[in-house]
């Protein structure tokens, strides 16, 4: 497939910024051969965060583009973070996250401008990514909590996790490449931690709340490796003067009497991410009555027509 360089009224600071890359791959043997492809010529006149990721990373073109490394549709099956032989340090996890984040984006990228993929799998594999990156930075803050203050646990000693709902664009897998992530944190129910002689005990809400906002800095915290993606917690109860986690109690309440009817259509989209299966099933079966009501009105129609306008 033949690509020709656009003649984008951008600006000559994009195109300097595109040659500027190309030229330093010519400064490494095994990165020489790729600054004359076409198809990396056209991504990086195109976007400069991937002219700007191959000038920090000359070695990214191969690993992207060797052995027909694009033809393979995307797999979230895939994605892994490197093995470490002990428990990584938040820097380092941070660091692992943000350049698996920066790779993924730019080979579902190349494979969008090569016409490999069409709309439909480049947002779903954006999707995926979210939701891969939300995993690892939920389980990497519970591990390192739970070191600190024990297993999270109901009264009956049940277990007790995270659930994080995707609303807006990830609920919908319809992500695209400038996207923030819209999320909800909650939690089944009260309990407490439990864990060995000398960890700090605290209350479930405490825990969770600490893990949320881990997360949040996991994920949305700018580094010298950027970000990850840029969360959007505003979507809760009561917005940014409510609690960033809550119980799945308070949330069935506050709908059934306080919801407003933009808050249900953003429900529609809710999916859970992650959590334990059986807690974040029950979360959505406790929404359904709010985002889908048994009856509707003329007051219902009104409501929607005044949100468009």
């Given at each position: 497939m033949k690509f020709q360089t656009p003649d984008l009224p951008k600006e000559a600071a994009l195109a300097a910024q595109a040659d500027g890359a190309l030229e330093r791959l010519r400064e490494y043997p095994d990165a020489a051969a790729y600054a004359a492809d076409p198809l990396l010529r056209h991504a990086c006149y195109c976007s400069d965060f991937i002219?700007?990721?191959?000038?920090?990373?000359?070695?990214?073109?191969?690993?992207?583009?060797?052995?027909?490394?694009?033809?393979?549709?995307?797999?979230?099956?895939?994605?892994?973070?490197?093995?470490?032989?002990?428990?990584?340090?938040?820097?380092?996890?941070?660091?692992?996250?943000?350049?698996?984040?920066?790779?993924?984006?730019?080979?579902?990228?190349?494979?969008?401008?090569?016409?490999?993929?069409?709309?439909?799998?480049?947002?779903?594999?954006?999707?995926?990514?979210?939701?891969?990156?939300?995993?690892?930075?939920?389980?990497?803050?519970?591990?390192?909590?739970?070191?600190?203050?024990?297993?999270?646990?109901?009264?009956?000693?049940?277990?007790?996790?995270?659930?994080?709902?995707?609303?807006?664009?990830?609920?919908?897998?319809?992500?695209?490449?400038?996207?923030?992530?819209?999320?909800?944190?909650?939690?089944?129910?009260?309990?407490?931690?439990?864990?060995?002689?000398?960890?700090?005990?605290?209350?479930?809400?405490?825990?969770?709340?600490?893990?949320?906002?881990?997360?949040?800095?996991?994920?949305?915290?700018?580094t010298a490796d950027g970000f990850v993606f840029r969360v959007d917690t505003r979507l809760r109860p009561f917005g940014d003067s409510g609690a960033l986690v809550v119980s799945f109690d308070f949330m069935e309440t506050y709908y059934q009497n306080q919801g407003r009817d933009w808050e249900r259509y953003a429900l529609i989209k809710a999916r859970p991410v992650c959590g334990i299966e059986s807690q974040s099933q029950r979360l959505m079966q406790l929404l359904q009555p709010f985002v889908y009501r048994r009856y509707l009105d003329y007051g219902a129609f009104e409501a929607l027509r005044e949100m468009k306008a």
């Open positions: 002219s700007a990721a191959i000038a920090a990373d000359p070695g990214l073109p191969a690993r992207l583009l060797r052995d027909d490394a694009l033809s393979a549709p995307f797999e979230a099956g895939r994605l892994c973070l490197p093995e470490a032989a002990e428990f990584p340090a938040e820097p380092e996890f941070m660091h692992a996250l943000r350049l698996l984040r920066r790779d993924e984006m730019i080979r579902i990228a190349l494979r969008d401008l090569a016409g490999f993929a069409g709309l439909e799998e480049t947002l779903g594999a954006l999707s995926a990514l979210a939701d891969f990156c939300l995993r690892a930075a939920s389980d990497y803050s519970r591990r390192l909590l739970v070191e600190r203050h024990g297993e999270p646990l109901t009264e009956d000693d049940s277990p007790l996790a995270l659930c994080v709902l995707a609303l807006g664009k990830l609920g919908g897998g319809e992500l695209n490449f400038s996207s923030d992530i819209d999320v909800v944190f909650a939690f089944a129910e009260h309990g407490r931690t439990r864990g060995n002689p000398g960890q700090h005990v605290i209350e479930a809400e405490e825990f969770f709340t600490r893990q949320a906002r881990l997360v949040v800095k996991y994920l949305h915290e700018i």
